[in-house]
């Protein structure tokens, strides 16, 4: 059993929302509440429903129609609006906090949102916008992302946001497939005190998407748009002091919300549509159960417009949260930013990556030390698995009385397959348990569930955000072949982990880039978890490449603080490979490199990185937060 490093008081368990929640519906635990929620799937998700206080036009005749994997129908009859139910509470306290690296901050009323939100969606009419059609936006994590968010969901449009930072071919990729009517979009952004002119990415993406009838221009740098041959508007002539109602329309549960995207480094972006009704439903389940988001916390996720973790941040304002949104570098002016912003905003709920945590610890930084934290409750981390030595710092060095939440989910799914839960203990190097409601399994190599092993990531039931669709997908043969190609009617996501005999959950990375030598399957985040917390070891990333018959694992290591990756390091980096997990896990090459190369949600490539060793190309490099650096990994292996 992993030692437990925190566990909630008896007090704080019974000032829940999920003991509350638990002991409504007669469940004195967790275990048999989850249960409950896989095997009473309708019962299950009309207590969401109801515990969450849906609004909705029109019931539905029952909450689970015809059941299928993939086909479910949830809540058939219904018909409700997304921004209805984010937008249900009105007064003068904080919707958003917005904050940028400069230090700049401004605070959103709860009305005021509302009133931006509808002088936005009349634009959008005024512009031709029906239900149906897309509004694609090109924007930073500021106000206007979520104000149009909500006016085109208000109208039953579909949204679908990049963040400024991509490129034009990344840009193009996704927002050429969706044929968006209108787009938003900023002329520029600042990152890490530099500013950085996008008008022409946005040119590039207009000549390229002939079904764009209107552009929405936000000014961040007073930069001039070259767009003489489409009609254009500023976003400020759309909003006014005074501001008008919204006008929700109401739709089936299932009607088209947002359209996200897969992070496309080696293929095509897959372009995912995802319902009103399932993300809000789900969200409302694990903001209010999982995550205890009360009316009133504060929540911030360091994320951009272009990553799932945005749009799981923004629905917790059904949840009654103040969301905290940053524009800009979490590094700049130094790694204390975001720990200072947490403590001037009395952010309850903090969230960020492993690789953020790994910085602010290898920089020397304690949090505790540099801002006043004691709101903070919860501390989630997501983006890859989180190493054991990192519980231990965080709760040296954050709180020794926080939640500590590491979750697994995904774009796919827009939401968690396991995750945080406030009335269960922490255990070292584990996720807390799988989420509500998510039939999930590790299945062995026959199609087995195993407990206590390794396996592949399966979900054995229907839950609400199964993708609606793919986008240009009509017989849906592509989104079949994504999930349900290895197993038909059993949800495949692509991840190792291992279901823990406590219910833990661990995740050992993608099982498509799983190490294989001697044919033993070795998951990426073992050889992470290993060495990431030696001190001379910034990031790593490691792949595996055929040699024969077999394979050989192939260690690409970033050193700290320019340190030599000479014959001493490397013993001693196989060495601690060796100890923490087997043999087989020693890398037969240890390479240094300048560079790790991620997506622009902050994940690995390790994909990328194996296709580049063995002499492919990348065609979608602007995918990537850093695409230049893979050249490094262009390399002649010896022996």
Known sequence: MSETVWSPTQEAV????????????????????????????AGFWQAVWEDGEVIASAPADAPLGREAMPGTVWFPGSRLN???????????????????ESGATA??????????????QRGLLDLGVTAGDRVAALLPNGLEAVV???????????????????????????FAQIEPKVLIATDGFRYNGKEFDVTGTVRSALDAMPTVEHLITVDRLGARFDVSTIPTTPWATLVSESGAEPEFAQLPF????????SSGTTGPPKSIVHGAGGVLIKHLCEHRLLSNVHPGDRLFWFTTTGWMMWNWMVGSLASGATIVLFDGSPSHPDLTTLWRLAGSQR??????????????????????????????????????????????????????????????????????FAGGVPTLPVRRGEIQARALGMAVESWDASGSPVIGTQGELVCVAPFPTMPVAFWGDPDGSRYRAAYFEEHPGVWTHGDL????????????????????????????????????????????IVVDHPKGDDVVVVLFVKTANAVALDHELTTAIKARIRAETSPRHVPAHVIAVSEIPYTRSGKKVEKAVRMTLMGETITNRDALANPDCLDQYRVDLPG
């Open 82 to 100: 997304y921004a209805e139910n984010l937008l249900r509470r009105t007064g003068d306290e904080p919707a958003i906090v917005t904050a940028d």
């Open 347 to 416: 952010v309850t709920h903090f969230g960020s990556s492993p690789k953020f945590l790994s910085a602010t610890a290898n920089a020397g930084i304690i949090p505790a030390s540099v801002a006043d934290l004691s709101s903070v409750r919860f501390v989630g981390s997501t983006g890859s698995p989180l190493a054991p030595e990192q519980f231990d710092w965080v709760y040296a060095n954050v709180s020794p009385d926080v939640q500590l939440a590491s979750i697994t989910g995904g774009t796919d799914l827009v939401g968690l």
């Open 14 to 41: 019974e000032s829940t929302l999920l003991h509350r929640f638990s002991a409504r519906h007669g469940f004195d635990d967790y275990r048999s509440l989850y249960e409950w929620s896989i095997t009473d799937r």
């Open 497 to 540: 982990i291992e279901v823990r005999p406590e219910g833990g959950v661990i995740v050992f990375g993608r099982s498509d880039t799983t190490l294989n030598p001697g044919g033993v399957r070795i998951g990426t985040a073992e050889i992470y978890r290993a060495i990431e917390t030696m001190s001379e070891v910034d990031d790593s």
């Open 254 to 261: 299932d009607h088209p919300l947002y359209i996200v995207f």
């Open 107 to 120: 605070e959103i009323s709860r009305d005021r949102l509302r009133h931006l939100v509808g002088d936005v």
């Open 148 to 174: 149009g968010m909500l006016a085109a969901s208000a109208i039953g449009a579909i949204w679908s946001s990049c963040s400024p930072d991509f490129g034009p071919t990344a840009v193009i990729d996704r």
